[in-house]
């Protein structure tokens, strides 16, 4: 399989951050947006962000097709017509708000894929699934499409009846997907980054 196009999922409200952007909130001096472009654009061959609103950021932005915040689902539909576009067969996504995610992402998630008829995988790790971290065809673009349609809003609902494969990741410490949703989150990320330095 050849190298896939990235996008970084950032269209979420932020409001267990009091409605704050995530991908403006800074961790460590840098944006969560900056952290997660270091992380993946060495993975991918091209990068986008999915974005409702505007970002402070060279990358191509898309927004949700889907009106109302339909979720990440939304985000990942916007990755696979944007995928689409470029002529691509697959793209790899990851959230905003997880600033460790591991920087062998797109490898294991490609040779888990392998093992998929269409090569759908997502992540896994100790504490269980990590479904907005996935590697999505773009054959599937147009079942991803109704399903939005259709009410499906939960990625594990959609994953599960494709039977994805799985991308299993180590335990490490702080937690690779640690995600930055609250204050607090954000809190102990800071004392991750600053015990790792």
Not at 11 to 32: C, F, I, N, S
Request: proline fraction near 7%; hydrophobic fraction near 45%; glycine fraction near 10%.
């Amino acid at each position: 399989m050849t190298q896939p196009l990235g996008v970084i999922l950032a269209g979420g409200r932020g409001t267990r951050m009091g409605g704050r952007d995530k991908a403006m909130v800074r961790l460590g001096g840098e944006t969560l947006l900056q952290r997660a472009v270091d992380r993946l654009a060495p993975q991918v061959a091209a990068l986008a962000v999915n974005a409702n609103s505007r970002l402070a950021t060279d990358l191509t932005q898309l927004a949700d097709g889907i009106t109302g915040h339909a979720g990440p689902l939304a985000g990942i539909l916007a990755a696979l017509d944007w995928a689409a576009a470029m002529g691509a067969r697959h793209v790899v996504t990851v959230p905003v708000d997880v600033p460790f995610f591991p920087c062998d992402l797109v490898p294991r998630l490609l040779l888990a894929g392998e093992s998929h008829p269409v090569g759908l995988a997502i992540a896994a790790a100790e504490d269980g699934l990590h479904p907005t971290f996935g590697l999505w065809p773009v054959d599937l673009r147009p079942d991803l499409s109704a399903a939005l349609e259709n009410g499906v809003r939960k990625v594990t609902d959609w994953t599960g009846e494709y039977g994805a494969a799985q991308a299993h990741f180590p335990a490490t410490e702080p937690s690779s997907f640690l995600n930055v949703n609250r204050p607090e989150d954000l809190a102990r990320a800071e004392a991750a980054l600053a015990a790792s330095q």
